[in-house]
């Protein structure tokens, strides 16, 4: 495994990246994703960090979401909730929480949404 973790980034397909923006752009940057490097029809997100994984969005018009689900890790409950405020304001779609997650393995604290596409996400924090 590199320094990384166990995985060195994410690539989403969406149907189209111009009219995700600004919810991916909230979402990466309060994850501490603030560099973005945008060729046509494709947007990536990293962190300062080069050890860090990135989040890449490509588009590919013909993509279909489905029920997988992309979690993200949060050191704090506060993290938790400063992110699913940042989707909140933009325009994030089933919002669910942040709450603490009675069927899950305690402790765990977390929120659930979509983008405007139907991909599905979660910030949680284990502690």
Known sequence: MSAAGP????????????????FYDALMFALGLQT???PEGERSYYSNRR?????????DPGH?????R??????????VD????AVRRAGAHKLE?????????QPYYAAFFEDAEGNRFEVCCRH
Not at 51 to 59: I, M, R, S, V
Not at 97 to 105: A, F, H, I, L, M
Request: proline residues 9%.
């Open 7 to 22: 995985y060195d980034h994410i690539d989403l397909r969406v149907r189209e990246v111009a009219p995700l923006r600004p």
């Open 36 to 38: 973005v490097v945008a």
């Open 51 to 59: 050890d860090q994984p990135f989040f890449g969005l490509t588009e």
């Open 64 to 68: 279909v979401p489905n029920s997988s």
């Open 70 to 79: 992309v979690a993200f890790g949060a050191a704090t409950r506060d993290d």
């Open 82 to 85: 400063r992110v699913a405020w």
């Open 97 to 105: 929480g942040p709450e603490v997650c009675t069927d899950y393995r």
